[in-house]
């Protein structure tokens, strides 16, 4: 299974988007932000691969309602209780990242990366739609990429927090809620 070159403008035209938006993060190698973007592209290119098959694979199809899942209590939770505002000073990090709180309510009681497990699932979601050797290497990428985020993230996370996030990372997976 190969790209189109007719699907080389939507994949470019999703790649200035992800730029446009990651453009702070990439400027800060070893950020949490600087391997999210990466992770995007390759999920990206994942989509793109596979936008035209629509197969109603019951694997693809519950992942992507995970993923969802995943994505609304992580960020509403972040939002809700995560109290970001500009105490939290670093170049690499969005308004909304910037937070001052340690959530470890809800799903963040569960796992510590709820959105990077959306985005995990997403990538596999994609993969299942229509599965192929280039689709798996995009998929696996993506996967490393996802889990060297956290690892950044991680290491951000107890900079700021301290003692209190390496208690919470004894307590929590970092994806799977239970697994890993």
Known sequence: MNLPISDL???LLG???LLGFSWKPLRHPGSHGFYRFFAWEA?????????DY???QIISQTLLIVS????????????????????????????????????????YGLIRHP???????LDWA?????????????AAVASILLQRTAMAEERECL??????????????RRFIPFLY
């Open 9 to 11: 403008p939507l994949f």
């Open 15 to 17: 790649t200035v988007l």
């Open 43 to 51: 999920i990206l290119a994942l989509v793109v691969l596979h936008r």
């Open 54 to 56: 629509t197969g109603g």
């Open 68 to 107: 969802l899942l995943f994505l609304a209590l992580g960020y509403g939770a972040l939002l809700m209780r995560g109290r970001a505002d500009g105490e939290r000073q670093d170049g690499a990090l969005y308004g909304w990242e910037r937070t001052t709180a340690l959530i470890t309510g809800g799903i």
């Open 115 to 121: 959105m990077y497990s959306s985005l995990l699932t």
């Open 126 to 138: 994609m993969f299942f739609r229509a599965v192929s050797l280039p689709g798996f290497a995009l």
């Open 159 to 172: 900079a700021y927090f301290g003692k209190s996030y390496s208690d919470y990372m004894q307590r929590t």
